[in-house]
């Protein structure tokens, strides 16, 4: 039996409202989501470490990729403590102990975060669940949210000049039937249809070149324990 999803166990608030329909001739190509630049694993405990995984990034390579920011964590925590060692006083044990503990709290807050949205969730959560399998080490949380994304509106030029033929054949049967009156071929809800089209495709507004909407996103903190 296939398990289920993991993504089935997430909550999402609604944020998008339903949408003017677009005319068949136009079409909506999404964008690449932007994403900032992802910092050096050796970058200092104030840049944010996130990895951005798509539907087809390999689970251990990202699982690999959070190790190695949290061992660079780990390494500039153990520097910094030696550092802070060597100008301490010989035999002073309790200044030692809390370094250490200051040590352990800073490292415990250095989290690295795994961000996917849409089908790419799975990935993430994937991701997650690996590092949930070694709680012992790790400690995992999971938030949920959204971002708002832009979509371009493209009009197809081909298919445009095939709907304004179209409406104008309707157009013409429309007035046809009205000339034939009871005798006309066409039924009252055939002409009611052919109506809606052309004044649909007659009153069409200026589209808008882009359009915007919310998409689902998932974020999974990993840190060491």
Known sequence: ???APLTKTLEFEKKNQNMPKLPKHVKVQK???PHPS???PYSGSSSPKTIYVSSSSPTMGVVKRVQKYLRA???RATAKLLSGNNKGKKGDRRNQFAQLAQSNEALKKEEVFVKATGRAMERALKVGKWFEAR????????KTGSVL???DVVEDEEEREKAVE???????????AKLKGENAELSKSAMRKRKRAVARLEGEQELPETRTRWVNMVEVAVSLK
């Not at 709680?135 to 999971?142: I, N």
């Not at 179209?166 to 046809?176: D, H, I, L, Q, T």
């Open 166 to 176: 179209e409406s104008e054949r309707m157009k013409k049967e429309v007035e046809e």
């Open 135 to 142: 709680g012992e080490d790790y400690t995992v949380s999971v």
């Open 73 to 75: 964590a780990e390494n």
């Open 149 to 151: 994304v832009v979509d």
């Open 31 to 33: 964008r690449p989501i």
């Open 38 to 40: 992802t910092p050096s």
């Open 1 to 3: 039996m296939t398990p």
